[in-house]
DNA sequence: CTGAAAGCGCTTACAG
DNA sequence: CTGAAAGCGCTTACAG
């Protein structure tokens, strides 16, 4: 009678299936040298089989509550803070404990994969949450092979088919503003996304397009710049298209925090919100309430979205299957104090 | 020859200084009911006295990184995330991680103490850190007798004498606020401090006192104010104040955010800042920069309170010793755009 | 309530 | 490079 999928899997079950002897499990285990490459190969693929889990990762694993990495690029933003609080808000509910940390913006890509999954198994991590992070496709596969699901919000650049990630509907809130400030009776309407190779913003920057389009409005290159969703971008932004011979009346800005520093380059000349110039951010975010004018703005329900991370994570690491690996939440534009009608339709 | 206290203890060694056997010992940690109350004394005692650590805990501590806890009651302000930077940028310094929670503010002293200070223990945490907490004596006792070093970050109350905290200058901070204040020409200055309790908000209101009285200016009861350090406390202080028959000049909030709903207020009844009303908020968080018009404010090093926080709790852990138990950081005024000399003084 | 004895799961030292 | 043998640290089942 087979046993060994039923019994709790111990060094001899491996060994015994691997066809070698316990202390050479060990040795594999531990990570000694002296094991032949193909041996190796045989008790990897035994203690994959069996789901060998050392009497630490099983401690780990059932007396004390689950560990789940959350790993920001850069946290230093309204954004972050929103997410942040989805997922903790949800961990203190689900009975799970949230491993932070940040990475300087871009670095993580460069984290050795093999080290990284490693330590994560050996800590007894239960899954691992990326905030808009950009990792490598061997990265992920990493965490796949050692069992560990990554969930990735808001992922820079798309992930790899067959790996999970959570976002928001881009375009279509990217459209949205757009037509919000068309139906105010804009005509020449500016874009400052995010880095050009950037998902989101490129989602953002074709709902722009499309807008546009769809009013058979001309679209002008000058007019779509990009940046980092940081403040300064605005304010680079802003320079650069106020000072054009024909300056557009309204600027859609890829983040609240790039429409601050649009505020900012706008007060500089003297030009009055929402009068001479229409502004419409993205994220909503507290920033966009706590600005003078208040920041009409395209929402991201981000407390959910990091909410929907975490339960995610917990339903792969349960062994569940998603129904979906990308999930997108709805947008919905918040109109405030930043748009209103052009001077010149006025 | 006593070894017992240079090699590593064993089961085996305590049993033998507790004079049982080694089922005993193994009994007694492991929570079994069936020992003498006599018997198992005298086996924590050896435990202690030989510092015995389960074979988990002793690879959780070697082979992993350490982990400490930090706790945020709740976690919704620029002045959390300024704090909660500093601690995580120290943490990948120094190859430690967090493990973030957050508890609904005021909650947790009701957390039981044997509970909480067993489940970090057992987890194999190094220390906590808590961040504007309400704890009890006994908790940070328990913590004590589980040799869990506590950092309490800007103790709503003070922590009993014996514990560490950190905070900073609040009474300095709050005097040279409101000397700001006076030297721009201001005699009739508000208040809008934090909780009643809350010592922070205390000291901050003795150093507004002790400004006005170092000028001879008299204190008016009806200018002071208490709120919860958040916006809609700025909103209703100032709508008080400025109700007055002989409504401030000026007026010192407790913290930016409560300084924003001032500005909410004074914008409310058509009064410019700082033509109308000089206004001084305290944090210097993100917020007095970005808001309009940006915000003079007395500003605490928050990311560096962060990480004094978490190298005192490291070095507690480490067995040495803090050379204070409370250590206050230096407050700095700021002068932005938010105060101006009063319009009967131009 | 206690502990001698058996046993479990893993590691180590070493012979081949 | 492999595994039989010894051993380590802890737990369990049970006799007293």
């Given at each position: 009678m087979n046993r060994g999928r039923t019994d709790k899997p111990t060094l001899a079950s491996v060994a015994e299936l691997a066809g070698v002897s316990v202390p050479t499990v060990s040795k594999v285990i531990n990570g000694r040298d002296d094991v032949a490459a193909g041996t190796r190969g045989r008790v990897q693929l035994a203690l994959a089989r069996l789901g060998y889990e050392s009497p630490v990762q099983r401690r780990l694993r059932t007396s004390a509550p689950a560990l789940v990495d959350l790993v920001f690029d850069g946290l230093n933003t309204s954004y972050s803070l929103a997410i942040l609080m989805g997922i903790t808000n949800c961990a203190s509910a689900e009975n799970v404990e949230v491993v932070l940390s940040t990475v300087?913006?871009?670095?993580?890509?460069?984290?050795n994969h093999l080290e990284w999954s490693s330590r994560l198994a050996d800590s007894g991590r239960r899954g691992l949450i990326l905030v808009t992070s950009e990792v490598t496709t061997e990265q992920l596969e990493a965490f796949e092979r050692r069992n560990i699901p990554v969930v990735v919000i808001d992922p820079l650049n798309p992930p790899p088919s067959g790996f999970v990630s959570i976002g928001a509907t881009n375009w279509a809130g990217g459209k949205a503003a757009v037509e919000h400030l068309i139906e105010l009776g804009h005509r020449r309407i500016g874009f400052i996304g995010g880095p050009d190779a950037a998902e989101c913003s490129m989602a953002r920057l074709h709902g722009y397009l499309a807008a546009l389009r769809a009013h058979g409005i001309d679209v002008r290159d000058d007019y779509i710049l990009s940046g980092n969703f940081n403040l300064p971008s605005g304010v680079r932004g802003a320079s650069k298209l106020l000072s054009l011979?024909?300056?557009?009346?309204a600027i859609f800005a890829g983040s609240d925090l790039t429409a601050l520093g649009v505020l900012d380059e706008a007060r500089r000349r003297d030009l009055r919100v929402p009068e001479d110039l229409s502004l419409v951010g993205f994220d909503g975010t507290d920033l966009a309430e706590q600005s003078v004018p208040r920041l009409t703005s395209v929402s991201q329900p981000l407390q959910e979205m990091g909410r929907s991370a975490l339960r995610s994570v917990l339903r792969l690491a349960n062994g569940e299957e998603l129904e979906s690996l990308h999930v997108e939440f709805a947008t919905t534009l918040v109109v405030r104090d930043s748009t209103a009608p052009p001077a010149s339709a006025v």
């Open positions: 300087t913006p871009g670095k993580l890509k460069s984290t011979a024909e300056p557009p009346t």
